[in-house]
């Protein structure tokens, strides 16, 4: 399917998420040459997370067509459709399974899209799990050098062939770079879904957030929120913060905020989390940033990746006016480029895909490290999950790629994923306070 300089590109991008639509949309118009027109259809997998049309419009990317798919109706979708690149924004056990299917649909046919995949932003857990179900697509995307770095020191630490780590940088940065001293000092805390977890942890730190607006009313100090209340994100959020907030007394400087994150950054003057990747944006900007210490530098929390940032600050360092400085050294392993560096940070990808697509005599068949082979007793279980059998075929009973669901259907899906966001968010919750009395 090579390319021409008159034709547009077809991009397929399949996401389970908010998040991940908005990491796979933006990548997908990044990867694509300059001079070169995309035609982007819009893939979203049926799962607790689908996003919703407010978190879809938040995002910015706008596709030509949207739908919402099973694995089994993704892959019959991109057999019919002649694509040139797709993009599997998805978590890893769900990329791996489209692999698989993937595999099985093209077999040996030589003419077939490059397959992309990556993840969203900052990798601090299950390094070897997430990478590992990623192994099979032609580009593996790293967003810093660190990560790429150790993304091939993972797959040629099993034997696997790790040409497919190709090094970029998150494709949701840009904006203008912080001037400061205009207007209002805006504080902004990014808030998280499952970080921390517990109760305690989230409302100390909306405790301390409030407590920072009443010392500093002359500040207007904003929670910014991932979703509103029903609505989920890529990690379930059993405690929103904007239940807790309904038993605060805030002053009238503090306030809960939604939408997109650089809009946000636009007037912020100091940006404060846990461990967003939110804090990549604000350094990308020069923004004053700040990853919070008070609950510990701690692996389940995430921020141990910003050891040696110069970001590591608390509440009480914030509250006397410390501003942190981070290391030059460490936000360029970041990926982060605040030094103009980013305009050319998806250059090798880009060359990367249009050789592949013009390779003479087309693409080899995709080769994940997992198999029947390597590992009998986990890829199955990966694979049914998304109802395909172990060679990737979908099993009996799986939706069919040729139809789309009726209207019964649809209202039957619609139902029980507003069951089940009930249940994590309120029942759940409830039954554990009941086991704790």
């Not at 099973?70 to 459709?81: D, H, K, M, P, S």
């Not at 969203?120 to 179900?133: F, I, P, Q, R, S």
């Not at 940032?309 to 501003?323: F, N, Y």
């Not at 936000?331 to 305009?343: H, I, L, N, W």
Request: glycine share 10%.
């Amino acid at each position: 399917m090579p390319e021409s300089a008159t034709k547009a590109r077809r991009i397929a991008v399949l996401a389970d998420s908010d998040t991940r639509w908005k990491w796979g949309a933006l990548t997908a118009s990044r990867l694509s040459p300059e001079g070169v027109a995309v035609h982007l259809d819009g893939y979203l997998l049926r799962g607790r997370a689908t996003p919703t049309p407010r978190q879809l419009r938040e995002v910015g990317a706008t596709p030509d067509t949207l739908r919402e798919v099973t694995a089994a109706e993704f892959l019959g979708a991109v057999e019919r459709e002649p694509y040139d690149v797709l993009v599997l924004a998805l978590v890893g056990g769900a990329v791996q399974a489209v692999l698989h299917g993937l595999r099985r649909a093209w077999g040996d046919r030589p003419r077939r899209p490059v397959v992309v995949t990556g993840y969203v932003g900052v990798v601090y857990e299950k390094l070897a799990d997430g990478l590992l179900l990623r192994h099979g697509a032609d580009l593996v995307l790293a967003n810093s050098r660190q990560d790429a770095e150790r993304f091939r020191a993972v797959y040629e630490g099993v034997g696997a062939d790790a040409s497919a780590v190709t090094e970029v940088a998150l494709p949701f940065l840009g904006g203008d770079a912080y001037r400061g001293g205009e207007g209002r000092h805006t504080v902004v805390f990014a808030a998280q879904p499952s970080v921390p977890g517990d109760r305690a942890g989230r409302a100390y730190l909306l405790d301390r957030l409030i407590r920072h607006a009443r010392r500093h009313p002359g500040r207007d100090v904003l929670l910014k929120l991932r979703s509103r209340p029903g609505e989920h994100t890529t990690h379930i959020e059993e405690l929103p913060y904007q239940k807790l907030a309904r038993r605060a007394d805030p002053p009238p400087n503090f306030r809960l905020v939604y939408g997109h994150m650089g809009e946000v950054l636009d007037t912020t003057d100091l940006l404060v989390t846990v461990s967003s990747t939110a804090a990549l944006e604000s350094l990308h900007r020069r923004i004053p940033t700040a990853v919070l210490t008070d609950l510990g530098v701690r692996e389940a929390l995430g921020n141990h990746h910003f050891v040696g940032s110069g970001c590591l600050a608390s509440w009480d360092q914030l509250d006397e006016g410390h501003l942190p400085r981070p290391d030059p050294g460490w936000v360029a392993r970041q990926g982060v480029a605040a030094d103009g560096a980013y305009a050319t940070a998806f250059d090798t990808a880009r060359a990367r895909i249009t050789r592949l697509l013009g390779r003479p005599g087309g693409l080899p068949p995709l080769a994940p490290y997992y198999s029947t082979l390597t590992a009998p007793g986990y890829l199955p279980g990966i694979l049914a999950r998304h109802h395909l059998a172990p060679d990737g075929t979908p099993l009996p009973g799986a939706p069919g790629a040729d139809r789309a669901p009726g209207p019964v259907r649809q209202i039957v899906r619609r139902a029980a994923r507003g069951a089940y966001r009930h249940g994590v968010q309120r029942v759940a919750p409830a039954i554990r306070r009941m086991g704790e009395l």
